[in-house]
């Protein structure tokens, strides 16, 4: 039991601002991200990072919701597929530039989320698992069946990105494109943590109780981080269809949900660069086990088992805490 | 018309059968542990997919179910010594993922010692359809209503009559409670693995001579299992086999009026509309919230 994170208590005022986690973390993450490239020996690489830093940005809010809020979504895959559709349809079908289709459909699923959780995300316990859960199953189901909007089981072809009258193409640029979105994420989600609201959020993780009785309206705070998880599924959902050309009723699945969830309790819940962690591991994770393909469920699932028993809070707090570090 | 009313219902009613055995799963375990146990399906799926090789090992029918109940309650009892006991002062949100891990070591394992072919057992007293009116009903969905029927009522008298499952019930009440007057809870949780597995694989085996079974045909039902729980209010027996029913009676008469397409979808199409209207579930006043 008791609070799994960084209590309400830990304000540091005279901390130098490099060595605070929104502002030095940020620098950090962005001094990997831009020297990456050093060590990165060929298009195959790059290709791995794109992916990395798409996965990570959806982490990175499904963490706020999860370690954070103390929800757990299990339909996030439809986000993410929902945003990857729903851009290409806008595109492909209706003739919206991809510019516009992307955004749009990104405040789209911002809207939906929020709609599915304002009635749920006021009751207790597993409400929103269940919501989220079905939500993900109906978009799935939908996505696979509507075969003349979304091409059916065998997926659809999607337009390239264009930004400023050019397609954007090739690794190596897309690989800058998304390692500045993830810093540009992780920066947004560590001041939300950092703002009034960030706390408010963690004394609700910590007791809900108490947090009410000091005024905290934990129903509109867990419907914000919602609401914002979402929205980075669906913009990282969009950018991988965008920049595969191509997308399938998979990334909508069930397991894919799981997938997201996992990512990010692998890495430590409550901790934004957990999440980064966790994304990195589990992409790579699977192109290592390419030559283990038929053990591939069954190691991920003892990995995940193995890692919340052992480190129940996940890899990096537990590190950051052996190292006397902070783990944000 | 009148007949494929019946004929609606009758499946239905088939499947909501052991989505009610499913969801007791799922209410038993939430009430030992609190937590929501994704790897309820697998248990479903260890059933059937262990009678068919029974079977092929050359057993008569009958001892190869008993046998494959067993098995997966086994299977539920090593479970819970490795990845839940552990854990079991862990958050509940870790408790779920763990579960959730379960789940994928077991259905990767399914696919490695049953490659991802789909099985079948054969009827347990034949596939001649019988009539009813104009419509006609396996004899199997027979075995099927009997066999949860017959097992709803041994799970009341288990809680009702034995030690065992009075402490089970006690701890679903008020889990400190219990351990004050002397109930050991580690046992409770235990016993609650195993006997929310074995439900579960009584399901699986009852089902799979109508709708096949796979290493994979576990998530679906478990799913719905857990959205028929929800459903009848999480925590709740009667809830849940009221949620099961109910589940499969609309699923069964929203594929057959509505669209086929969207067959799955209705389960969580009807959850979803539960959580928004009538959040606590249709009989789910225990778990309500106190201040």
Redesign the interface.
């Given at each position: 039991?008791g609070p799994?994170i960084a209590t309400v208590s830990e304000r540091v005022p005279a901390r130098h601002w490099v060595a605070s986690a929104r502002s030095g973390g940020t620098l950090l993450l962005a001094a990997i991200v831009a020297f990456a490239p050093l060590v990165l020996p060929n298009n195959y690489a790059y290709d791995v990072a794109v992916q990395i830093a798409l996965n990570a940005i959806v982490c990175v809010g499904l963490n706020l919701l999860?370690g954070y809020a103390?929800q757990?979504s299990l339909g996030h895959a439809g986000f993410f597929a929902l945003g990857g559709y729903g851009s290409a349809i806008l595109a492909t079908r209706f003739g919206v530039p991809v510019w516009v289709s992307l955004p749009a459909t990104c405040a789209m699923v911002g809207a939906l989320a929020w709609l599915?959780g304002r009635?749920?995300l006021r009751?207790?316990?597993?409400?929103l698992?269940?919501?989220t859960?079905?939500?993900g199953?109906?978009i799935s189901?939908?996505i696979t069946?509507e075969d003349r909007l979304t091409g059916g089981p065998d997926g659809m072809a999607v337009p390239p990105l264009v930004l400023f009258g050019a397609a954007v193409q090739g690794e190596r640029l897309w690989y800058w494109i998304a390692g500045a979105l993830l810093v540009a994420a992780v920066w947004l989600s560590l001041n939300l943590i950092e703002s009034p609201n960030g706390r408010a959020l963690r004394a609700l993780h910590g007791s809900e109780?108490a947090a009410?009785t000091l005024g905290i309206d934990a129903a509109r705070f867990k419907l914000q981080v919602f609401t914002l998880s979402a929205v980075f599924a669906a913009l990282a959902g969009a950018l991988t269809a965008h920049y595969a050309g191509f997308i399938t009723p998979v990334k909508s699945s069930?397991l894919h949900s799981?997938e997201l969830?996992?990512m990010v309790?692998f890495g430590g819940?409550a901790s934004v660069f957990g999440a980064v962690v966790g994304a990195a591991v589990l992409t790579v994770l699977p192109q290592l086990l390419t030559v283990l393909k038929?053990?591939?469920?069954?190691?991920?699932?003892?990995?995940?088992?193995a890692t919340?028993?052992l480190f129940?809070q996940g890899i990096v707090p537990t590190l950051a805490r052996r190292f006397g570090g902070r783990a944000r | 018309m009148g007949s494929s009313w019946l004929q609606f219902v009758a499946g239905g009613l088939t499947s909501g059968a052991i989505y009610a055995l499913v969801a007791l799963g799922f209410a038993i375990v939430f009430n030992a542990s609190g937590a929501?146990n994704f790897a309820q399906g697998e248990f479903v799926m260890v059933g059937s997919m262990s009678a068919v090789t029974l079977l092929g090992l050359g057993l008569p029918l009958p001892v190869a179910v008993v046998l494959a109940i067993a098995a997966a309650a086994v299977v539920a009892l090593i479970i819970e010594r490795?990845?839940i006991a552990?854990?079991r002062?862990?958050?509940t949100?870790?408790l779920?993922?763990?579960t959730?891990?379960?789940?994928?070591?077991?259905?990767?394992?399914a696919?490695?010692l049953w490659g991802t072919g789909v099985f079948r057992l054969p009827g347990f007293s034949g596939d001649e359809p019988i009539a009813v009116g104009n419509a006609t009903i396996l004899p199997q969905s027979l075995w099927v209503l009997g066999g949860a029927a017959v097992s709803v009522v041994l799970l009341a008298t288990f809680y009702r009559r034995t030690l065992l499952g009075k402490a089970m019930l006690a701890t679903s009440y008020n889990r400190l409670a219990a351990q004050l007057v002397g109930i050991d809870t580690r046992v409770v949780l235990f016993a609650s693995f195993g006997l929310a597995a074995a439900l579960g694989a009584i399901g699986g085996v009852l089902i799979a001579p109508i709708a096949f079974t796979s290493y994979d045909a576990g998530?679906m039902l478990g799913?719905k299992g857990?959205?028929a729980a929800?459903l009848g209010g999480?925590g709740s027996f009667a809830g849940a086999v009221a949620g099961g029913l109910l589940l499969g009676l609309l699923e069964g008469l929203g594929a057959g009026f509505v669209s086929s397409?969207?067959k799955?979808?209705i389960a969580?199409?009807v959850?979803?509309a539960v959580?928004?209207f009538l959040?606590g579930g249709l009989l789910g006043t225990r778990?309500r919230?106190r201040?």
């Amino acid at each position: 039991m008791g609070p799994a994170i960084a209590t309400v208590s830990e304000r540091v005022p005279a901390r130098h601002w490099v060595a605070s986690a929104r502002s030095g973390g940020t620098l950090l993450l962005a001094a990997i991200v831009a020297f990456a490239p050093l060590v990165l020996p060929n298009n195959y690489a790059y290709d791995v990072a794109v992916q990395i830093a798409l996965n990570a940005i959806v982490c990175v809010g499904l963490n706020l919701l999860i370690g954070y809020a103390g929800q757990i979504s299990l339909g996030h895959a439809g986000f993410f597929a929902l945003g990857g559709y729903g851009s290409a349809i806008l595109a492909t079908r209706f003739g919206v530039p991809v510019w516009v289709s992307l955004p749009a459909t990104c405040a789209m699923v911002g809207a939906l989320a929020w709609l599915v959780g304002r009635p749920t995300l006021r009751l207790k316990g597993h409400t929103l698992a269940m919501a989220t859960l079905g939500l993900g199953v109906i978009i799935s189901i939908a996505i696979t069946t509507e075969d003349r909007l979304t091409g059916g089981p065998d997926g659809m072809a999607v337009p390239p990105l264009v930004l400023f009258g050019a397609a954007v193409q090739g690794e190596r640029l897309w690989y800058w494109i998304a390692g500045a979105l993830l810093v540009a994420a992780v920066w947004l989600s560590l001041n939300l943590i950092e703002s009034p609201n960030g706390r408010a959020l963690r004394a609700l993780h910590g007791s809900e109780v108490a947090a009410q009785t000091l005024g905290i309206d934990a129903a509109r705070f867990k419907l914000q981080v919602f609401t914002l998880s979402a929205v980075f599924a669906a913009l990282a959902g969009a950018l991988t269809a965008h920049y595969a050309g191509f997308i399938t009723p998979v990334k909508s699945s069930f397991l894919h949900s799981v997938e997201l969830v996992i990512m990010v309790v692998f890495g430590g819940m409550a901790s934004v660069f957990g999440a980064v962690v966790g994304a990195a591991v589990l992409t790579v994770l699977p192109q290592l086990l390419t030559v283990l393909k038929d053990y591939e469920m069954m190691v991920f699932g003892a990995v995940l088992v193995a890692t919340m028993v052992l480190f129940p809070q996940g890899i990096v707090p537990t590190l950051a805490r052996r190292f006397g570090g902070r783990a944000r | 018309m009148g007949s494929s009313w019946l004929q609606f219902v009758a499946g239905g009613l088939t499947s909501g059968a052991i989505y009610a055995l499913v969801a007791l799963g799922f209410a038993i375990v939430f009430n030992a542990s609190g937590a929501i146990n994704f790897a309820q399906g697998e248990f479903v799926m260890v059933g059937s997919m262990s009678a068919v090789t029974l079977l092929g090992l050359g057993l008569p029918l009958p001892v190869a179910v008993v046998l494959a109940i067993a098995a997966a309650a086994v299977v539920a009892l090593i479970i819970e010594r490795i990845a839940i006991a552990p854990a079991r002062h862990a958050e509940t949100v870790t408790l779920i993922i763990i579960t959730i891990g379960v789940s994928l070591f077991l259905r990767g394992l399914a696919q490695l010692l049953w490659g991802t072919g789909v099985f079948r057992l054969p009827g347990f007293s034949g596939d001649e359809p019988i009539a009813v009116g104009n419509a006609t009903i396996l004899p199997q969905s027979l075995w099927v209503l009997g066999g949860a029927a017959v097992s709803v009522v041994l799970l009341a008298t288990f809680y009702r009559r034995t030690l065992l499952g009075k402490a089970m019930l006690a701890t679903s009440y008020n889990r400190l409670a219990a351990q004050l007057v002397g109930i050991d809870t580690r046992v409770v949780l235990f016993a609650s693995f195993g006997l929310a597995a074995a439900l579960g694989a009584i399901g699986g085996v009852l089902i799979a001579p109508i709708a096949f079974t796979s290493y994979d045909a576990g998530i679906m039902l478990g799913l719905k299992g857990f959205a028929a729980a929800m459903l009848g209010g999480l925590g709740s027996f009667a809830g849940a086999v009221a949620g099961g029913l109910l589940l499969g009676l609309l699923e069964g008469l929203g594929a057959g009026f509505v669209s086929s397409a969207y067959k799955d979808a209705i389960a969580f199409v009807v959850i979803l509309a539960v959580l928004f209207f009538l959040p606590g579930g249709l009989l789910g006043t225990r778990h309500r919230d106190r201040v």
